[in-house]
Each structure stands twice: as C-alpha cells, then as structure tokens.
C-alpha cells in the first residue's frame, strides 16, 4: 500500500514486527540490569507517550565511574485542548512529587510532562495517571499526537464547543491497539491480541508524527499553520459555521540538510463541523498512504504535499473524503500569544492567565508555584465548581472559570507565592517561549529552559537601552532544530547548535503567519546580543508607528531572503480571499 | 593450589584423566603434597593399599603399608597441630611452628582442622590449635565443625591430652579471639591438662605469636623426647613438602612500590557510599596472583589524624620514642607504625587505668559488655582520646598502640585479563560522627593517593577461595558491596580461559542507579556470555529493604538444582551479618528444594564446605 521507495527506514521494521506497538515492552521493564528498555523499544514506547531520556549532564561522569547513563523516562499526557479538573489537577501533582521530579511541565502543545520517571517506576506511574482519567497513548510517536485547541478567554462560550471537537477527534484517530492497557494497565489479553484492526493507521501507523490543531480567530495561540492539519474555526455572529482547514505544516529542520526545513501550512478549503472526522482520516491516511517512509528526516506531511503537489494532494484528499472542498472563508488573526490576566466571563465568572516561565511549574525558593496551585486547586477541588486549569499553547496556565467571589483568594495565593510574574514581567519574558532541551532531552545540542531567564534578562537590558521595555517581542529558544518551542515562529530565535552557539533567527511576524529566517549562523551569546544591540537601535529609531519587530526588519531590508517557503501574508486576509 | 591433569604429559587415559580431576577438586596444597606422598608410597611398595584406610589414618605422610600401625605406634610420640584458618594467617603460623618442630626432629602433623578425624582425639597426647576469629565471634570455614565437634555432647573426655591453643583475631571487635577461648576452655573442661597460657595474637600476629610459638616448640620438644627417644619412622618426602612454603619475593615486611595507575570513583556523586576503583601496577614486581588472593597494602594513616593524636595530647611529634627496639620519631611512629584509627581492647584497658573514668572503667567489666561494643563500633582512637581525657607518656602510648597492620584487600581482577595489573574495589570509610570527620585508614589512603604515587603492596594468597579446577563447573558468587570485587576477577579469569561453566552472581547494595558497581561490564558480561545470570538485590529502592538473601531465597530451586549438580558457592563481604544471613538462607534452600532436615542441610553444606565447593572470603 505504501510507497515502495527506497529501503524502509529501520523504524519501519520495528514498527512492523511490533504486535501492534508490544515490542519487548514487557521484557525489557522486568530487566532489573539496566534502567533501559531495549533499542527496538525505545521507539515503541513512544506511541506509549513516553521517552527514554537520560541526565546528560552526568553521562561523562557516570561512563568513568563504569555505570551506564542515568537513565529515566519522561511521560507526556494525552490532554486534548489542555483542559484538567482542580481533583486531576492535585493527582498530576502527586504524581510529580512521588514518581517524577518534582515538576510539572506545561508543554507547548497543552499536554503535561513528567521528566525523571525511572522506570522500575513507569507503569505504577502510569497507572496513577490513568486513574486521574487522563492518559497518555499516542502523545508520541508515529501517530496524531495531542489535539491542541485555542484557549481564548474572551471566547469562553465558544472554547468549550472547540474544545470538544478536538476531544472528539483525538479520540477518533487514538489507535486501537490494546497494547497499552496490556502492558501499562494489565488488561488481560483477548483474542487477537497483536493483530488489531487500525482502521485509520493499519499495521505499520504513520511514516512521521502528526500534529493536529484548532485555531479561533483572532488568536493564533496554537499557532495552527505550524501543524500537519489545522481547524480555523469560522464564526459568524458567535456561532460556529465550520472550519478552513490547513494542511502541511511542521517546523522540524536539520541542521545542514537543506532538504528538511520548517513550513507554514496551506489553506486547503474549508468543511462543515460535522465533517471534521472525515476530512481529517482523508488527510491522515493520504500521508499514511504516501507519506516517505525511507527517511525519517522527509517524512512528515509537508514533504509529502511538497514533493507531489499541493494540487495532487487536495485532489487526493477530496477523492477519499467523497466531495469537492468548499473554498476557504476569510479569516485574520492578530497575534499568536497569549492574553495574561484576569478576563471577565459570562455567568459572574472570570479566567485569569498566569505566566509559567517555560512551562515549568516548581517550587523554587521563594517561587512556590506548586504550592499556589494547589491551594487553589484543592479550595476547588469540588467537582461541581466548574473551575478548570487549561494549559495554553504558550506554556502558560489559564484558570478558567473563577466564581468572581473567589476572586480575591486567588490573587492573595498567586501573589503569595510569586506566582504574579504576569503583573510585573515585561511583555518579552511573558511571551517568550522555550524547549525542555538539557539536561534531558536527547535531542538538544545547547541550553535552553535553563537558559531561558538569564538570556531573557540580558536582551531587556539591551531594550532599556534603547528605551524598548514594553516592546511585544516573540522570543523563542530551542535547544536543537527540531521545532518544540515552534522557534521558527519567533520574531527572535536561538535554535542550538552547540553548548553555547545557537542560529539567530530573525523577522517573524506576531500572527504565525511568516516564519522566520537565518541571520547569523553558529554565533555565541555575545555576538547575539551584539546584533540585536544594533537592530534594537535602528527599530527604536526608525519603527513606523507600531509596527512589530519582526516586521520592521523584514520591511527595512535588514533580513536576507529565507531559503524556505513563507506564506504571504496578505492571501490570508478577509479582504483579500473575498476578492 | 589445584591443577588441571596435562593431558599431554600424563599416562592417562581420558576416564582416568577425568577421575583424577574429580579426585584434585578443591584439595589445597597440603592436600595435594599429602596425595602426591601417599601415591608415590603405593608405587614404591607396589602393594596397593585402599586409599580409605590412609584416610582415615589421616597421618601426613605415611608409607601406605605401614598407615595404620604407625597411627597406632606414633600417637603417643606425636605432636598434632590443628589449625582453622581463614585468611590464611593462622595456616601460616601452624605451619611455621611444624616446621620449626619438624627441624628439631620432632613427629609432627599438620592437619587443617575440617581434615582432622575428630575420633582420634581421644587418642591424642599432644595437640597445639592455632585458630583464628572471625567477624562477630565465629570460627573459621574449615573449623566450624570440628568447633561444633568440641563444643557438643560427642567431645569425648581427655585426660591423657596436653594442649595449647593460640588464637588470632582483631581487637577491634569485641568478639576478639573468642573461639580461641572457646576452645582453650573447652579442652580443659574435657580435662586436657593446659601447658601453658592462650596466646592472644592480635593484627600484629609475630608479637604473641612468637613468643608462643617458641615455648609451643620448647614444650613438645621437651615431652616427645621424655617420651620417645627413638626416631621417628620414615616417611616418604612428598615432591615439596606442604610445610616449607615458598618465600615470595615482596612481602609484608618488604613490599613492592605500585605505581597507582586508576583511582575511580564507580559510585555515583549523589550516592551514600564512596566506592573505588583501583588500579596498581605490578610491572617488574614478578608478583602473580591468581582470583581470590588477596592484595596487602602497606597504609600510611591520615597526617591530619596524627596531628588530632599529638595535638590531643600535646605531644610533640619530633621527639624520638623508643619502642621494642625501635627508634623514631613520634610522628613516624604514628603515620606508618601504629594503628590509631581503629580501637583496640587492650588499648582501651590501658587508657581506663589512666583516665579513672567511671564510664570507661564500667565499660570494660563484664557487666558493660554492651557499652564495649558500642565504643569499639562507634568510636575510634581520637574520639577516646577527647571523650577520655587522660595523661600518656609518648613511650607508652607508643607501646599500647597496635602495630599498624598492612590491609587485605580482595583482588578485583585477573591477570590473564588485566596482565601486569591489580584491581582492587575500595569503600571509602568518611564520615562524621561525635562532630569531626572519621577516615578508615587504609581507605582513605587510597582514595587521597596523588597520581604519581607508588603504594607498597604484596600478595596475600587465598587457597581457600579459588575457582574450580574443572572449569566445566557452575559458579555461584554471593558478593554484596564491594564483597563483588573478587568475582570481577572470578568472571575475568573464566571468560579468558573459556571455561565451559556457568557464572551465576548475586549482587546487592543501597541503590540500582548509585551503587550498582561495574553495572556496564556486567552488562557486558551477560551480553557476551562471560556472566550467565546476574540477580540483584537493592535494600533501599523500596519500601521493605531486600537483600542478597532475598534474591538467594527466590531463586531457591533453581539455585539448589545448581549446586546439586556440582556448581561451586562462594561469598564475600560483610562478615558480621551478611554471611550470616546468606548462610542461613542456603541452609533453608538446601531443606527446602533439597528434601532434607535442618540437621541434614547442615552436614550437606559443611561437607560442600570441606570439599571446598563452599567458600567465603568475608571479613
């Protein structure tokens, strides 16, 4: 069925000799002789929502001392939308505390992370989150992978008709295989174990990751053109008339292969609610059908559309979806960040958006995040307040919901515990985003949570030099090429290519709708903040009105041309598509 | 040592050649010389006598024809050594005082005390034990049963029996020499007429040892001669006697200088426990080893110890001290002559009489045994001397100090695998207590050796733990801690010489991703077919604590299936309690798999233990 290429990547085997993602699971966690699982498992586990990691920064010390890496496994939750409950709230945070590192991880696609979950440990821990009814199937690996949804507070009628699409989706394209409940929740077997029927996926699932968004205009927070499909949901007069869907976006690059690059999504047409399942298994299985399995670098949907058309493709897609695309509704968005503070709801409710600086919720020192969260968690904990926790696109933590009364409470804990960096911060620390990257994550090649407060503090210095404090500039720091902190969407960007060296990335816009390109390759923190001295001096001085940074560099000609595709701006504009 | 029959060299047929190594399995060296003595009888008189009867004889070296009347005609005149030895040390003194006999002319025996036919004790007139203590006052492995023997309702009364006993042991625990009390009491209860006073050799063995070995010698010579004034019968020589040991070229007196080539912590930073890896050079020494020897090593204590010592008692450590003949300074004599980390009974003894502190002085009555435990546990020397304050004269607190012994240390390889190098693994002792920081000294002077240095060294042989000498054999290794280190060398020598055996290690310690020490060449091992099961047991990764008599206990059958099929056991490490408790644990498996009674598995495993297919190396 598939395209017969090249030779399959390896993956492909392991995947195909997997009894439907089963692998070895189970033998290599009763291997007490090591805190690994066995290669061909390390990618199966995924599609189990975890990664085998390992503490790189005791990786040298720990091979000397003849022991072998400090292995653990992070765990990330299938959490469509982002949306817990206070009572799944204080059970995630248990979890952390017993089993993980004592934090919770707010990620960049609303899901939750464990990090440091050794895995003697794994499947009680897993189990626990499962009894907090969450779970965590699918949130990685070759599959669609956590559905995320736009959490605008002004909308909140609306979030919540959005946000169960998206629940209803990922629940359709979630594999079939028993596998999980199997090895994770001792579910006994039944006949046919190892042979499910995968309907969307068949025997050998996806050649890459998928990722699916829902985006409400005229916020862009989930940054949707960055998705392989997206849902811009069309309202009319508050009501939902459907979705303009996207197609073929992901920011995943390698560093000097010109043949990967990041890609904005296109506009494919536009579907009825009711037809969200269906055009969503013609996109899926399109790619599943042609989408390149020989090398995982060129394999996710964009290379697909690339490579055969974006016409084939939409041909293709109609002819499995049974009718011709209506043609896409007009739509704009503003920005693609979030809205801090408190919001006035409807029914004598309010939301308030904290900033969780990289997603990371701790307690440290006088910032005892956790501890604030619980409070207020636990004072809501009754399953009839209506009080909710969405996790933002954006790393950031909105509590919706909040009975006005309660209102003062919560800003008494929030300030008690520091946890009122939206008040005080300036708009580039609130909005800045950044990657998990070292000590744990396999894949970084440089800092980047880590270095995340200290780099933010060394570019407001520059912009109060430049009397630029309260400039909105998107910030994104990636520990590698791959696209977690989605930095190929910022209007500044360090994407690591060594401890220390980074790609500066330069002029996206502030809607994700431009990506950004290269500006100076492989340079240290002093030449970066070198050149965005010199850049800040010129947008202070010569900034028409309020133009956006990222903006200003492009029109001022200081950029040189992307080597890659950058949507234009305009093709998505009511007026323009009404023309 | 044992040896593989060369199938080259020898007139044997391959059943024949299968026999004799079954036949050589275990035995050590004097048991070896013994059989070479007693073969070399049967061809010179052609009369073929049943090997049985020679054994039960049990004479050292006897002319087959003539075994058991010479037992009969020679017990009077005879001298009988026994000894029970776990190291080594009191094999060593045994053997010198039979060879100091044997030059004087006397008829003398050697006999390891699991060798000695307890039957014939009622039979004899002389007999000196030499025997050692172990960990919380137990015999030695080869001497269990013949201290159970002496100590149940079988001991036969002896009142024709003249006997001495010199134990050795380490005054550092309370239980210091105990069985050589036990037994010393024991005979004389039986009504055994005691020639003179116990000996009591401590970590500096010559200083008692000698002394008693020298009136041990005047005695026997005195009562065998009075006895009997003939010759004593010939014997055929054995190819090299068993009692005249080869002298090797550095000893404790006079080590070899190692370079230090590796010092590497292989526990990791946030773990309890700081454990080493060394790495010596032997090149040039001509020094050999063979897996489970052990490697001495001259220490140097901590020069901040001894400035704590002569700061304490405001010494000067400049002047020069006499002791036994010897002169140095005060601070030599502290750094590398005197043992002044670990306590000591006598010292103790002597530093209540100057202290005259109550607490002290009850600690060491009868009733304070408790105390006495708990001091000699907790405190060291430095900490005596805060608590306790007292005056010293240089002199005497020279003379009451132990003499600092070299430490033994298991070897951790095998030179078929690391060549011209030695391994050892090393548990840093470094930890605070009483409000200062405690060092052990042999550790410490490891752990803080600059890179260039060279450590006085030498080899300590190990007979009694030795790897199999038919290499088709399974091996089953108990080694907790840093009681693993001589299985690395086990694991080593097996892989390099391709034996056909299997490896079965059982390791534990506090945590999997801290302590789990050489985890990546075990790794390795299981994966190249070096190591064939490796169980673990870590106490503190949850909730209940789990050790390696825990993983023993699971692995019950199929353990027990092993050792039914001739595999060898061994442990090493913490004597005190993990010996103990593992011992208990094969007890308990041999009843349970093996269908057998408490009693039963007791013989069934002293039995292994005799043929040495039961071997410890604790300590």
Request: hydrophobic share 40%.
């Amino acid at each position: 069925m598939s395209t017969t290429a090249p030779a399959l990547s390896p993956v492909e085997g392991i995947k195909t000799r997997s009894r439907r993602l089963r692998g070895t699971l189970l033998e290599s966690l009763a291997n007490e002789v090591t805190g690994a699982i066995a290669d061909d498992d390390t990618q199966l586990i995924k599609f189990h929502g975890s990664y085998m990691q390992d503490d790189r920064d005791l990786r040298e010390e720990r091979r000397a001392a003849k022991l072998e890496p400090d292995y653990s496994f992070m765990i990330r939750t299938r959490l469509p939308g982002g949306v817990v409950t206070p009572e799944q709230w204080l059970k995630l945070d248990a979890i952390a505390q017993r089993y993980a590192n004592g934090t919770l991880r707010l990620t960049t696609r609303q899901a939750f992370q464990f990090h440091g979950v050794i895995k003697r440990e794994l499947k009680a821990t897993l189990q626990a989150i499962n009894a907090s009814l969450i779970d965590t199937i699918a949130a990685c690996g070759d599959v669609n992978r956590n559905v995320m949804a736009g959490v605008n507070p002004l909308q909140s009628a609306l979030h919540a008709r959005i946000h169960d699409d998206a629940a209803k989706l990922s629940e359709f394209l979630k594999p079939k295989t028993r596998a999980y409940y199997e090895i994770w929740l001792d579910e006994e077997k039944i006949a046919g174990s190892g042979e499910e029927y995968e309907p969307i996926y068949g025997a050998v699932y996806l050649p890459r990751k998928f990722k699916v968004a829902f985006a409400v205009p005229p916020f862009n927070d989930v940054d949707v053109f960055a998705n392989d499909l997206g849902f811009i949901a069309i309202v009319e007069n508050g009501e939902l008339l459907g979705y303009n869907v996207t197609v073929g976006g992901g920011l995943g690059a390698t560093h000097g292969e010109p043949a990967t690059y990041p890609r904005l999504a296109d506009v494919l047409g536009f579907v009825a609610p009711d037809r969200i399942n269906a055009i969503a298994e013609a996109v899926v299985t399109t790619q599943r059908d042609f989408g390149g399995r020989a090398d995982r670098k060129h394999a996710r949907l964009k290379y697909t559309i690339d490579d055969r058309g974006l016409d084939w493709f939409k041909a293709e897609v109609e002819r499995r979806f049974g009718a011709p695309l209506r043609p896409a509704r007009p739509f704009r968005f503003e920005h693609n960040g979030d809205r801090f503070g408190w919001v006035e709801g409807t029914n004598g409710r309010a939301h308030l958006t904290l900033r969780i600086e990289a997603g990371r919720v701790a307690d440290r020192g006088e910032h005892t995040h956790l501890t604030a969260l619980r409070k207020i968690a636990q004072i809501h904990a009754d399953e009839n307040s209506g009080l909710e926790f969405r996790l933002t696109p954006n790393q950031n933590l909105l509590i919706a919901n909040v009975p006005n009364e309660d209102r003062a409470e919560i800003d008494e804990i929030v300030a008690e515990h520091h946890l009122d960096l939206y008040r005080t911060a300036t708009p580039l620390r609130l909005n800045a985003l950044a990657c998990v990257a070292l000590p744990t994550c396999a894949l970084a090649m440089a800092e980047a949570e880590r270095y995340l407060p200290d780099f933010t503090g060394k570019v407001e210095a520059l912009l109060d030099r430049h009397g630029l404090r309260d400039a909105r500039i998107h910030l994104r720091l990636s520990g590698c090429p791959n696209g977690c902190s989605r930095p190929y969407l910022g209007e500044i960007a360090l994407i690591g290519k060594a401890p220390g060296r980074y790609n500066l990335m330069l002029g996206a816009d502030v809607r994700g709708q431009r990506l950004n390109r290269l500006h100076r390759e492989n340079v240290d923190e002093a030449q970066i903040l070198a050149t965005l001295d010199g850049l800040f001096a010129r947008y202070a001085g010569e900034r028409s009105g309020d133009e956006a940074f990222g903006d200003f560099l492009v029109h001022a000609g200081l950029l040189a041309e992307a080597h890659y595709k950058v949507i234009p701006v305009t093709l998505l504009e009511p007026q323009a598509a009404a023309a | 040592m044992s040896a593989q029959p060369n199938r080259i060299l020898s007139p044997f047929s391959e059943d024949k050649l299968a026999l004799l190594a079954r036949l050589t399995e275990g035995l050590d060296t004097d048991s070896l010389y013994w059989l070479s003595g007693y073969v070399a009888g049967v061809a010179a008189s052609s009369r073929h006598v049943p090997l049985s009867a020679a054994v039960a004889a049990n004479v050292a070296v006897p002319l087959p024809a003539t075994v058991a009347a010479a037992a009969e005609t020679q017990v009077s005149t005879r001298l009988t050594i026994v000894y029970g030895s776990q190291t080594g040390n009191a094999k060593r003194q045994a053997e010198a005082i039979a060879r100091d006999a044997e030059g004087a002319g006397l008829n003398v025996r050697l006999v390891r005390a699991d060798a000695y036919n307890t039957k014939e004790l009622a039979n004899e007139r002389l007999l000196y034990v030499v025997i050692s203590t172990q960990g919380d006052g137990d015999p030695p492995d080869d001497a269990r049963g013949f201290v159970e023997f002496l100590a149940g309702k079988r001991a036969p009364k002896l009142p024709q029996l003249k006997f001495a006993v010199l134990g050795l042991g380490d005054s550092s625990y309370p239980q210091f020499c105990a069985i050589g009390t036990k037994i010393d009491a024991r005979l004389a209860e039986l009504g055994a007429t005691r020639l003179f006073a116990r000996g009591e050799a401590d970590l500096d063995i010559a200083s008692v040892a000698a002394p008693w070995s020298k009136q041990a010698l005047e005695q026997a010579r005195e009562l065998l001669k009075a006895e009997s004034p003939t010759p004593r019968a010939a014997t055929v020589t054995p190819l090299r006697s068993g009692v005249h040991a080869h002298v090797p070229a550095w000893t404790r007196e006079k080590p070899f200088a190692a370079p230090l080539l590796a010092n590497q912590r292989i526990s990791a930073r946030n773990g309890t426990k700081d454990i080493r890896h060394v790495e010596l050079s032997l090149e040039g020494s001509g020094l050999a080893y063979h897996p489970g020897d052990a490697l001495g090593v001259v220490v140097t204590n901590p020069p901040a110890l001894v400035d704590a010592v002569l700061a304490q008692l405001k010494f000067d450590g400049e002047r020069a001290v006499t002791a036994q003949g010897e002169a140095h300074s005060l601070r030599e004599w502290l750094l590398r002559k005197r043992e002044i980390t670990a306590l000591s009974k006598p010292f103790l003894v002597e530093h209540a009489k100057r202290a005259k502190n109550a607490t002290l002085d009850r600690a060491l009555t009868p009733e304070g045994k408790d105390a006495l435990r708990e001091l000699l546990g907790d405190y060291q020397l430095i900490d005596v001397l805060r608590t306790f304050a007292a005056d010293w004269s240089a002199e005497e607190f020279v003379a009451a100090l132990r003499p600092l012994a070299p430490r033994m240390y298991s070897i951790a390889s095998s030179q078929k695998a690391v060549g011209d190098e030695v391994h050892l693994t090393v548990a840093v002792l470094d930890y605070e207590k009483f409000g200062t920081r405690h060092v052990g000294a042999a550790s410490q002077f490891l752990a803080t050796l600059p890179e260039d240095a060279d450590v006085p060294v030498f080899i300590e042989e190990n007979e009694r733990f030795r790897l199999p000498a038919d290499a088709s054999r399974d091996v089953i290794m108990i080694g907790p801690g840093t009681g693993v280190a001589p299985f690395r060398g086990f694991i080593q020598e097996r892989a390099e010489t391709g034996a056909k055996g299997r490896n079965w290690l059982f390791f534990g310690n506090p945590h999997f991703r801290t302590d789990f020490l050489y985890q990546v060449e075990w790794q390795k091992a299981l994966k190249d077919g070096s190591l064939h099961k490796l169980d673990l047991a870590f106490s503190r990764d949850q909730s209940e604590k789990v050790y390696v008599q825990h993983s023993l206990r699971r692995r019950g059958k199929e353990l027990y299936d092993w050792i039914a099929n001739g595999a060898h056991v061994y442990v090493c490490g913490d004597a005190t309690r993990m010996a103990h408790d593992v011992d208990a644990a094969l007890r308990d498996i041999v009843i349970e798999h093996g269908g057998k009674s408490d009693e039963d598995a007791r013989d069934f495993l002293n039995q292994l233990a005799s043929e040495r297919r039961y071997a410890r190396d604790v300590y």
